[in-house]
């Protein structure tokens, strides 16, 4: 059994509308016109990630390709460019998901830094072909945040699923 | 190898399967998108959906503006209205000089036989943001399919060009930047009337392309577009040179330009109407010898032409 934060509480399932609020809410926080702040991570991949590591079930690469559409559409940026970025960060996370949540915290977030730096570096890679400039290494500094945000954002993105601590004695776990 | 796993351990297909599937999508949706503008339609049902989403996330920073324009002092207003006042009163008389001279200048080329000049329209609209996109150079001003936009519209502020509208959405349109990575607009230098395009650099200047080295430019001359593009209307202010480069190892020389216009400032803009395309003269075929010998190969010929564009 996996720890959870630090202890072994047993979770209780994940409610899907509770997948696709956070995944709602993620999409609304990366529409906020923050565009001058480049160090704003980027909140679907976080979200996307988590999920993916947590629920590799539910969540995969096909919300990954939709969110990814969404993301395109709204940013006025090539089709297709967040799909990808998204739909390998996914696989890798789901692939990893089982030996990821046997670390605690930290190093979890130590494990989703290269994958979040792997959704900018695919963006920049598929611009780059037509031929941009890459806007500064401030573009990496979404990912560094985002990798700091994993605890609370793990914290967070939990707290309906725990259960209340209750000692009884009878209970074989 | 007969071991299939019991049906209630299908998974759908296996996860490198999938990946390839939807990489395959999204490297065919990129390449589509790059080299052929089809994928319009699509970018426009998505954003019937992402469309809702981003202006609830809009409306809380817009709420906060209108709080402290509500609160900025009535001392401020009153100020800018008195130098808006003296500013209408300075322009007037330049105003109605103008009036007089464009009617002259109808007449005139009526007796000269030349195209009329077309009359410029256009309509205010706001920028609302800039896009998030951090490669490119984009705003997005909330004016769309609902009010006849269409791709391909140049727009301007009071100083000069600001850029063109790329993408129309059915509430808002997209306005690619002159500053934006390798836009191009055809230009002309005011001092010398030399004709050449200039290009986006991608970092908020601008550079005038293919003049040679020895080129009769220099810093401060001003840009306005050409009009020979068909697109923008010319006389329009678009940049000022402000650092030249003649290296003799190079054929051409760099030269760098700022842009006149608030480019990357937040306001209101003003979406002009497409040119109307001109039908092109009939006779394609090159007139008899014989007029042509009496154009006097002066450089000043050729400026009087482009005037008359």
Not at chain 1, 3 to 31: D, H, M, Y
Not at chain 1, 129 to 151: E, I, K, N, Q
Not at chain 2, 54 to 83: K, W
């Amino acid at each position: 059994m996996p720890s959870t934060l630090s202890s072994s509480r047993i979770l209780q399932p994940v409610r899907p509308w509770f997948i696709l609020l956070s995944l709602s809410c993620a999409l609304l926080l990366n529409f906020l016109p923050t565009s001058s702040w480049p160090w704003m991570p980027d909140w679907v991949a976080l979200v996307l990630l988590f999920w993916s590591v947590r629920e590799p079930r539910s969540v995969g690469m096909g919300s990954g390709f939709l969110l990814g559409l969404a993301m395109d559409v709204a940013d006025g940026s090539l089709m297709g460019q967040h799909a990808l970025a998204y739909v390998l960060a996914t696989y890798i996370a789901s692939s990893l998901s089982r030996r990821i949540l046997w670390f605690p915290l930290g190093q979890q977030a130590l494990h989703i830094l290269p994958l979040l730096l792997l959704v900018q570096a695919v963006q920049y890679g598929v611009r780059a072909m037509p031929g941009v400039d890459l806007p500064g290494l401030s573009y990496f500094l979404g990912a560094l945040v985002g990798t700091l945000l994993w605890l609370p954002l793990t914290f967070v993105l939990l707290l309906p699923q725990y259960q209340p601590i209750e000692r009884d004695a009878n209970r074989p776990i | 190898m007969d071991h299939q796993p019991p049906p209630f351990f299908k998974r759908g297909p296996a996860p490198l399967a999938r990946l390839s599937f939807y990489a395959a999508l999204s490297l065919a949706l990129v390449f589509v998108d790059s080299r052929f503008q089809t994928l319009e339609m699509l970018r426009e049902g998505v954003s019937l959906f992402t469309h809702p989403i981003q202006q609830v996330a809009h409306s809380p920073v817009d709420f906060l503006e209108q709080a402290q324009d509500y609160f900025s002092s009535i001392t401020r207003f009153r100020e800018e209205n008195a130098s808006l006042k003296r500013r209408q009163l300075d322009d007037a008389l330049a105003l109605l000089r103008t009036r007089q001279l464009e009617v002259e200048n109808e007449r005139l080329r009526r007796l000269l036989e030349v195209k009329q000049r077309q009359p410029v329209n256009g309509r205010v609209s706001e920028i609302l943001y800039a896009a998030r996109d951090p490669f490119s150079h984009r705003v997005i001003v909330d004016k769309g399919q609902q009010d006849k936009i269409v791709a391909g519209q140049p727009v301007v502020d009071e100083t000069g060009i600001v850029g063109q509208i790329t993408r129309v959405f059915p509430f808002v349109s997209e306005v690619t930047l002159i500053t934006d990575k390798d836009q191009a607009v055809p230009v002309q230098i005011v001092r010398n009337g030399l004709r050449s395009v200039i290009f986006g650099l991608g970092n908020g200047q601008l550079e005038l392309r293919f003049m040679p080295a020895n080129a009769d430019v220099q810093n401060g001359d001003l840009l306005v577009t050409s009009g020979l593009d068909g697109i923008f209307l010319a006389g329009l202010p678009v940049a000022k040179v402000v650092h030249i480069e003649r290296d003799t190892s190079y054929s051409f020389a760099r030269i760098y330009c700022e842009p006149v216009a608030g480019v990357e400032s937040f306001g209101e803009v003003m979406v002009l109407d497409a040119r109307a395309t001109a039908p092109l003269p009939a006779p394609l075929v090159p007139e008899p010898t014989a007029r042509e010998a009496k154009v006097p190969a002066k450089p000043g010929a050729k400026k009087k032409l482009l005037k008359r564009e």
